[in-house]
T-cell receptor, first 114, second 107 residues
């Protein structure tokens, strides 16, 4: 089992460019999440999906869109990147549909927006 | 006020020392509590869940005080490999992460 995988590992964008961060899990988990981690801020939830076909906003959704393509894959799209979106992005998954269970994280994508 | 607050540290301790971290949370309706460990430039990984009665996993002991809304993590007999950032996590409708406490264990 690879667990949770993310691509790309690193990305540099110019302001206004768009990109999609990819995430996949092979643990047959129902829930998937996207977080960003900034220095001194802790991880903040951007969007989550409690099951295939559903998505919900988290704490900081502005400037992002998501797609739960199937049970395995959950992508995060930046339509028009801004320097404030420079961050480390983590995808995570959990077995059920609740928030009270262990989440398993991918290795992260480091994004720099110039 | 942040929903989950931790002392950022860093805590620098010698091998074999006992070290304790505290974490406070603001939402009294929070239902689940965890400690995650994050190594430098790596993803967070679950260290242990925190139960109301307190729980222990080897050298690690976690305590929850609902009345005062804080969680603690005690590490006994610190090892070099314990050097990491420890994230306090509190769950109500979703997971809320503290910014982490950095620990460095020195020889």
């Amino acid at each position: 089992n690879a667990g949770v995988t993310q691509t790309p590992k690193f990305q540099v964008l110019k302001t206004g460019q768009s990109m999609t961060l990819q995430c996949a899990q092979d643990m047959n988990h129902n829930s998937m999440y996207w977080y960003r981690q900034d220095p001194g801020m802790g991880l903040r939830l951007i969007y989550y999906s409690a099951s295939e076909g559903t998505t919900d906003k988290g704490e900081v959704p502005n400037g992002y869109n998501v797609s739960r393509l199937n049970k395995r894959e959950f992508s995060l799209r930046l339509e028009s990147a801004a320097p404030s979106q420079t961050s480390v992005y983590f995808c995570a998954s959990s077995p059920g549909q609740g928030s009270a269970e262990t989440q398993y994280f991918g290795p992260g994508t480091r994004l720099l927006v110039l | 006020r942040k929903e989950v607050e931790q002392d950022p540290g860093p805590f620098n301790v010698p091998e074999g020392a006992t070290v304790a971290f505290n974490c406070t949370y603001s939402n009294s309706a929070s239902q689940s509590f965890f400690w995650y460990r994050q190594d430098c430039r790596k993803e967070p990984k679950l260290l242990m869940s925190v139960y109301s009665s307190g729980n222990e996993d080897g050298r690690f002991t976690a305590q929850l005080n609902r009345a005062s809304q804080y969680i603690s993590l005690l590490i006994r007999d610190s090892k070099l490999s314990d050097s990491a950032t420890y994230l306090c996590v509190v769950s109500f409708n979703d997971m809320r992460f503290g910014a982490g406490t950095r620990l460095t264990v020195k020889p």
